[in-house]
């Protein structure tokens, strides 16, 4: 049996203040989210959405996940993207009737821990450990039933590197047609 779980608006956070005052996902803890606010470290923060999957896990089947342009790539705007990240994750959940793992949720933490690499190594140089660390054993794992890629994942260093992992460990892929998002967007 499918349940739709809502979850809600995916907004790209300002301040850690927004996430401390938002409501709690379904499936996420307190400590989810003090874990969230605190860390910046993507090993840690892969320890909590593993939290997360495996409560979803038990309640929901199957889970689906997003890959797309955030803060690289696609419409060259990191809040224009995250509204049509959001649409792309509305849409697989109608469509689908499973649930979608929602990554946004980390992304604050992420943009810190990306501000404090870079101050350190240079504004060019990429964080890597976001992507071996945190995305690359979520999709190792397989915790996923299908990866859904928003037309224009490849102008995206993450979603490209997201991409190939699916590749290496044959996980299965479903592209979303732009029209269709910007309609669930309308």
């Known amino acids: 049996m499918n349940t739709v779980i809502p979850q809600p608006a995916l907004l790209p956070w300002k301040s850690r203040a927004d996430i401390r005052d938002m409501k709690l996902p379904y499936f996420w803890s307190e400590m989810d989210r003090q874990v969230v606010q605190e860390f910046t470290e993507p090993s840690i923060l892969y320890l909590s959405a593993i939290s997360i999957l495996e409560k979803i896990k038990r309640h929901v089947s199957p889970v689906y996940f997003v890959i797309g342009p955030m803060t690289t790539g696609g419409l060259g705007s990191v809040e224009e993207n995250f509204k049509v990240f959001e649409a792309a994750i509305e849409l697989v959940r109608h469509k689908t009737g ?7 949720y980390f992304e604050d933490s992420f943009q810190r821990y990306t501000a404090d690499f870079q101050s350190r190594h240079g504004v060019d140089k990429y964080p890597i450990a976001i992507m071996e660390d945190f995305y690359g054993p979520l999709l190792r794992d397989t915790h996923f039933h299908r990866v859904f890629r928003i037309e224009g994942w490849e102008t995206s260093k993450g979603a490209s ?4 992992v699916c590749e290496e460990v044959f996980m299965p892929t479903t592209d979303i047609a732009m029209s269709l998002i ?3 967007m309308d």
Request: aromatic residues 14%; glycine residues 8%.
């Open 98 to 104: 499973g649930a979608v793992f929602n990554q946004v």
């Open 161 to 164: 590197w997201e991409n190939k």
């Open 182 to 184: 910007r309609q669930r």
